[in-house]
């Protein structure tokens, strides 16, 4: 494949853009491709190349990229404006949409993205018990702002390092972390710190490290403790949900928490984050209560325009049941060609989400990092030579969408047969 004109945009780019990128994951080395155009399951770089993307611009592209449902949506709503600065009936059809979808969530905001839905959210759960300190999970993303953006101490518990020189160390120093799916451990933070601890924040099923999933009980758990400690549980569904049923993880495991962040499908491609949850909680925010939260975007009338539109869609077409089925079918295809060529290695993930681990089967962030990284990223060049575009990381979900097809699937699985290594 020939990649000059990426090489060449790269070379510009990096001189006014750092490292040639508007966000970090995006940084192939030696360079990535710069995208002309997407449709269906297919990207299109500016060299002609195609490729069956994976990637899906991580997550919100549900139906694939640029589905004529949405595609709609959108323009209509530019006939009549895109930015009000007002209220519109739109948030209201959104907000409806959304609360009957998750019986947890009595009220909810809107903002723009899902790193804005869950720095709100924790901001909205100290000022809501009066309390500082937050647990996360190892390996947890939720987005890039101060008080998440931890690394994990010399032990996991420890009280929070920043992950980034400019976060002062007394922002992180409330956040404490613990292993994902293990209830021994979350038991004892939580019962050492309960008195000063507003929350639990996790992604349901951890996708930031590929999907690990819980273990039975795991998240029923979580629940349990949190509940019985008074300690808030915010449920990370910026990833899952819409995703692995209508309501998303809070549905597919029957929990209710106390707070949830949402993003990527919900704005069926356009910038979105929300937050939301309990009304005697969400009744603390600005400006019914003293918790401060704003945002210039925030319901943006495209953004609110192409949720309606694809909650709508994937409501209709019963979407996620189909996902989940054609997921099942394309994990079941390439573990049969993992476990022949590398016994190993494992396919994770569940519904329509997959990755392939290279090396064991991970339950938590410190087995996902005993993976072989730089062997996947051999492999990511091959398959990207072969047309087939995944996440350029080891530690990122694969997405399938509404618009790959089997010959995709087959494609994808031929491919994984001859690039493995
Ligand atoms: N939470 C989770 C679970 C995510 O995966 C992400 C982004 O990938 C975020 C929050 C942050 O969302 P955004 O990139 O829209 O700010």
Redesign the pocket.
């Known amino acids: 494949m020939n990649f000059d004109k990426s090489e060449n945009l790269y070379n510009e780019a990096k001189t006014l853009i750092p490292g040639g990128v508007s966000s970090p994951v995006r940084a192939i080395k030696p360079f990535p491709f710069y995208t002309a155009s997407a449709n269906g399951s297919k990207i299109y770089d500016e060299d002609g190349n195609a490729f069956i993307d994976y990637c899906m611009a991580?997550?919100p592209m549900i139906l694939g990229h640029n589905p004529p449902a949405i595609r709609q949506a959108i323009e209509n709503q530019l006939d009549k404006g895109w930015l009000y600065g007002t209220p519109s009936a739109l948030e209201v059809e959104m907000a409806t949409r959304i609360a009957d979808l998750y019986p947890s969530i009595d009220m909810m905001r809107f903002v723009s993205?899902?790193?804005?839905?869950?720095m709100s959210a924790l901001r909205l759960a100290r000022g809501f018990t009066k309390k500082n300190k937050i647990i996360k999970i190892e390996g947890g993303?939720?987005?890039?702002h101060d008080a998440v953006l931890v690394k994990a101490g010399s032990g996991a518990t420890t009280h929070g390092e920043p992950n980034s020189p400019g976060i002062p160390a007394s922002v992180t120093e409330h956040t404490l972390q613990v292993a994902y799916n293990d209830i021994e451990q979350m038991t004892d933070v939580i019962e050492k710190n309960k008195n000063d601890l507003a929350a639990v924040i996790l992604?349901p099923v951890m996708?930031?490290v590929g999907p690990v999933l819980p273990k039975d009980g795991y998240l029923q758990e979580v629940r349990k403790l949190t509940a019985e400690n008074d300690v808030l549980l915010i449920f990370?569904e910026?990833?899952t949900g819409f995703r692995l049923a209508p309501g998303g993880a809070s549905e597919y495991f029957g929990i209710k928490p106390d707070l949830t962040?949402l993003?990527?499908i919900a704005g069926g491609g356009m910038p979105i984050?929300i937050f939301g949850g309990r009304k005697d909680i969400m009744e603390m925010i600005s400006p019914n209560g003293p918790v401060y939260q704003a945002g210039t975007f925030s319901g943006s009338p495209c953004s609110m325009s192409a949720g309606i539109a694809v909650l709508d869609y994937l409501k209709e077409n019963k979407v996620q049941e189909t996902l989940n089925k054609r997921g099942d079918a394309f994990r079941k295809m390439l573990s049969d060609v993992v476990s022949d060529k590398k016994p190993d290695y494992s396919v994770g993930g569940l519904s329509s989400l997959f990755v392939i681990f290279f090396g064991g089967k991970p339950m938590n962030y410190q087995d996902v990092l005993k993976c072989d990284a730089a062997k996947y990223m051999e492999f990511f060049h091959k398959m990207l030579n072969s047309g087939v575009f995944l996440p350029p990381s080891q530690f990122e979900t694969n997405f399938i969408s509404l618009a790959h097809t089997d010959e995709d699937f087959s494609k994808t699985a031929e491919a994984v047969e001859k690039n493995l290594v």
């Open positions: 991580y997550g993205s899902g790193s804005e839905a869950t993303f939720h987005g890039a992604e996708g930031n990370d910026v990833i962040t993003g990527k984050g």
